[in-house]
C-alpha cells in the first residue's frame, strides 16, 4: 500500500507543478488551463462533440458551454453541425486558435528538460492506469 501512496504522491506532485508552470504560460497568453485543455483537444483538427470536450478537460456541462462561448467570442474556436447527426454540434480551432495552441504548446516544450525517454514511461503509466484494475484492486479502491 506505501508503495502506490508514493506513486499517487509523486504524481500529484508532478501535476500540481506542471500546472504552475503551464499557468505561468497562459497567464502570458490571458488564458486560464481550462481553455487550455479544451484548446489542446481540438488541436488534431478533428472537430470533437462537446461531451467529449467536457470529458476530456474535466469539465461538467455547463462550465464547459461557458467556456466555449468564451472561446467562440475572442475567436479561437467555432462550433459547427455535425454532417452526420445534425442534431450535435463539434467544436473546431480556428486558425487564431491553433496559432495560441501552437505558441504554448512552444513555450511549454522550451520550458521543460528534453527527456523523450521519460515521456515515453510517463505515457506508458498512464496507458497502465487507464486499464482496468485487476480484481484485488477493484476491492481496495472501492473500500
Do not use: C, K
Amino acid at each position: 500500500m506505501r508503495r502506490s501512496a508514493d506513486l499517487m504522491e509523486l504524481l500529484t506532485r508532478a501535476e500540481r507543478l506542471m500546472a504552475r508552470r503551464l499557468a505561468a504560460i497562459l497567464a502570458a497568453e490571458g488564458q486560464s488551463l481550462d481553455a487550455w485543455r479544451v484548446i489542446s483537444l481540438l488541436a488534431d483538427g478533428r472537430g470533437h462533440f462537446m461531451t467529449e470536450l467536457a470529458d476530456g478537460a474535466f469539465l461538467p456541462p455547463g462550465s464547459l458551454t461557458r467556456l466555449v462561448d468564451h472561446l467562440v467570442d475572442t475567436n479561437l474556436l467555432y462550433r459547427r453541425i455535425d454532417d452526420a447527426d445534425r442534431r450535435r454540434i463539434r467544436a473546431y480551432l480556428t486558425p487564431r486558435g491553433h496559432r495560441l495552441h501552437q505558441r504554448v504548446a512552444d513555450a511549454v516544450r522550451e520550458s521543460l528538460p528534453a527527456d523523450e525517454e521519460l515521456e515515453l514511461r510517463l505515457a506508458a503509466l498512464v496507458d497502465d492506469l487507464a486499464a482496468p484494475a485487476p480484481a484485488a484492486d477493484a476491492e481496495i479502491v472501492s473500500s
